[in-house]
């Protein structure tokens, strides 16, 4: 169970992918039904200033002891150094031994290359950072194009707002969607972003900028149950097919077929997890046509049929 989170912070951090961090994990969401994390803040210098990338001072208030009992540790970016604390590496080695968590966003992943621990993984990183990481690790298997990686006990992040995608992930993965959809919704984002995903892999996907495809996108996220064709949604924007598609392909990064049976399969998801409807009638409520279109498609994209993923995270 995922409830003892710790950020070590080391000078140059960068702020924004620290508060992404802190958004997720940090904030008491009781409110809305969740469990806080026990979260801590640490560094080598508790109680001592660290200066950021744009000159902000952060004071820590735990050690890097603080990481010892961790069920996450998640590294935030900070500027590409030669050197990193060999406190703060040890501190990951062991919690990666005892199989903790541990989750880099941005420019992080160098920190735990520098650790060691991204030899003969996949990972990934700021598609600016690629090469350098690639060249610095070279038994890391580096991808720049994606953006997170879950490796298991690994998980890394491309830069900036990926760290939200590959947070709210790791928070679907061990705690549930319904979850996930809460923090996200809290945070006016996208509970996961849109592409062709596999179980481990998402796709980075541009985001819809114009008006006429929000609308759309928006009406077919609340009728998904119903039949839609493409050259029904192209006349519904008063397109040709052809355009729409096209048109389509240039907001979202998939065509939209693609996009329906992706939204199709995590609403399948969401229902598996928290309700007892059989199999059949969360393919109707998702949209499918039937129980063996829904497996389908869900092994597809998640990795695993629907009867064996609600046996591991259905709601008890």
Known sequence: MLKRVAVPVIDEFAM?????ICEVFGLDRSYAGIAPFDFRVCSAT???PIRNEIGVQLIAPYGLEAMED?????????TIRDEYPEELLDGLRRAHA??????????????????????GRVCTTHWR?????????????VDPDVLFIDDGTIITSAGTSAGIDACLHLVRRELGSAIANTIARNMVVPPQRDGGQRQYIEKPVSDCEDDTFSELLDHLSTTLDENHTV?????????STRSFSRRFVAETGVPPMQ???T??????RLLLETTDLAVEEVARRSGFASATLLRHHFDAEVGVPPTRYRAAFAQR
Do not use: N, Y
């Open 16 to 20: 924004f992918e620290f508060g992404v």
């Open 46 to 48: 508790p109680g001592e």
């Open 70 to 78: 961790a069920d996450l540790i998640a590294v935030p970016a900070a």
């Open 98 to 119: 005892r199989g903790a968590i541990l989750l880099s966003v941005c420019s992080g992943a160098f920190v735990l290359g520098a650790a060691g621990l991204l030899d």
């Open 129 to 141: 950072h690629a090469d350098a990481l690639q060249e610095r690790f070279p038994l890391a298997k």
């Open 231 to 239: 050259s029904g949604l192209a006349a519904r924007t008063h397109m």
């Open 259 to 261: 996009w329906l049976t």
């Open 263 to 268: 939204q199709r399969v995590l609403h399948a």
